[in-house]
């Protein structure tokens, strides 16, 4: 939760650099594998659509395309949640929390 609220306040690519190691650091301080975490911050990071701040694309449309910051939050922030659930239930099947050795 914490990369996906930063992603939406400074850039995306910022929130990874920023949140992937802080996810490697608590799967290793739970002695569980880095991968799931990793990949959770990652996908965080990528989902910045609630504000025309964290994505260049958002940001190079919003003028033009006459939006308002609130439009952005409308489309985005269920946009977020549909990526945070995807990334719960579905990344662990990918990527296993399995100890490491």
Do not use: H
């Not at 990528?46 to 395309?65: R, S």
């Amino acid at each position: 939760m914490f990369v996906s609220v930063l992603a939406e306040t400074v850039t995306y690519s910022a929130a990874a650099a920023i949140g992937l190691p802080f996810a490697v650091e608590t799967a290793n301080a739970l002695g569980l594998s880095y991968r799931p975490f990793a990949m959770a911050a990652l996908i965080a990071s990528a989902c910045c659509l609630a504000t025309p701040i964290g994505n260049p694309v958002n940001t190079m449309i919003w003028a033009p395309g006459g939006y308002q910051f609130k439009d952005f939050l409308k489309l985005g922030l269920p946009m977020n949640l549909i990526y945070t659930l995807a990334a719960t239930f579905i990344g662990p099947i990918f990527f296993p929390f399995n100890p490491t050795t």
